[in-house]
């Protein structure tokens, strides 16, 4: 495809959060498989796989041909999401029983991650909007398809690499804390919600890495493993907490329209479900009704984000090929 076709234009358009879309997509996938609905969940994945593709694809030729736009984009929150969307599909496709793909998955967001979070967190100076919190969410997806791919392999070296991450992406969270702007609760266009998604993921993290320990390969004591489900179930109550927050701050201040950024609030929307599924599957705590409940907000958000995703590219395409 040339580089000058519109298509090809459209793309290089796209900023790094776009990323998020993925991200999205992927969890959305993951929430519908674990409620049981398998062929909806692998037509969700294969909208984030081809999605995951073309970003990929572009963030290459940026890489080869773009090296200066490269560089400075690699500085921003955004450019997280890439590390964060790669484990995300991974850890649908280890959920789906496919360990070498999100083996591979696991290997090229364990790259990106040290060239991307360092150069990140240098250019994160106060305030900040919610795309801060992109530091904590793609340690903390690191750790989920670490912990997941360790329990599949009966790896205890990647599991205890993954609960490293896991407290890592806590103390990530705190940083991204420190610089958020709160006010982003009422002006946020979106992003806003990664506050809350990033706790949903460690959550979800916390829940692998004790669903890791509990498949008879004895990698926690009983503190560890005591530690490790006070600091998950605290920490899907706080997710809770965000999110009744934000989505009161969505009534009081409504934001209409599409913005790419509305991809990072389906996907807290989406991770936070899959929190609630995960705690109450792994540590049989009463949260599987409100999971269900979540995902389906959570899945209408992603069709109506995805509607006016296309109605704009729809417009943009047609502009780029006059």
Same mark, same amino acid.
């Given at each position: ?31 519908? #498989? ?7 969940? @692998? ?13 990929? /694809? ?28 790669? &484990? ?7 959920? @789906? ?44 997806? @690191? ?8 329990? %599949? ?22 940083? %991204? =804390? ?34 890791? #320990?509990? /498949? ?10 005591? !530690? ?11 997710? @809770? ?32 479900? &899959?929190?609630?599924?995960? !705690? ?8 599987? #009704? =409100?999971?269900?409940?979540? =995902? ?9 984000? /995805?509607? #006016? ?7 943009? =395409?047609?502009?780029? /090929?006059?």
């Amino acid at each position: 495809m040339p580089a000058t076709s519109p298509l090809r234009a459209w793309l290089a358009q796209r900023p790094p959060a776009a990323g998020a879309a993925v991200m999205a997509g992927g969890i959305v996938s993951i929430g519908l #498989g674990l409620t049981g609905f398998e062929a909806l969940s @692998l037509a969700v994945l294969a909208v984030a796989c081809v999605a995951w593709v073309a970003l990929a /694809a572009d963030f290459t030729l940026r890489l080869l041909r773009e090296r200066e736009r490269w560089t400075a984009e690699a500085g921003t929150p955004g450019a997280l999401t890439g590390v964060a969307a790669t &484990t995300v599909l991974g850890t649908r496709f280890s959920n @789906l029983g496919w360990p070498w793909l999100a083996e591979a998955l696991l290997a090229l967001a364990a790259v990106l991650w040290p060239w991307l979070l360092p150069r990140v967190v240098r250019n994160s100076p106060r305030p900040m909007p919610g795309a801060v919190f992109l530091c904590c969410v793609a340690t903390e997806g @690191l750790a989920v398809l670490g912990a997941s791919v360790a329990k %599949a392999e009966s790896a205890a070296w990647l599991a205890h690499t993954a609960l490293v991450f896991f407290w890592l992406g806590l103390a990530l969270y705190l940083f %991204a =804390l420190s610089r958020f702007d709160l006010r982003q609760v009422l002006t946020g266009r979106g992003d806003h919600w990664v506050a809350g998604g990033a706790l949903a993921i460690s959550t979800v993290a916390g829940a692998k890495l004790i669903a890791a #320990g509990g /498949a008879g390969h004895y990698l926690w004591n009983k503190d560890d493993d005591g !530690v490790l489900h006070t600091v998950t179930l605290a920490l899907l109550v706080l997710d @809770l907490a965000w999110y009744a927050v934000l989505a009161v701050a969505e009534v009081v201040r409504p934001r209409p329209g599409y913005d790419v950024r509305r991809w990072s609030t389906v996907f807290p929307m989406g991770m936070t479900a &899959t929190a609630a599924l995960s !705690v109450a599957d792994t540590l049989d705590k009463p949260f599987k #009704g =409100l999971g269900e409940v979540l =995902l389906w907000v959570s899945v209408a958000a992603w069709l109506a984000v /995805a509607a #006016g995703a296309v109605a704009e590219a729809r417009t943009e =395409l047609a502009d780029a /090929a006059r």
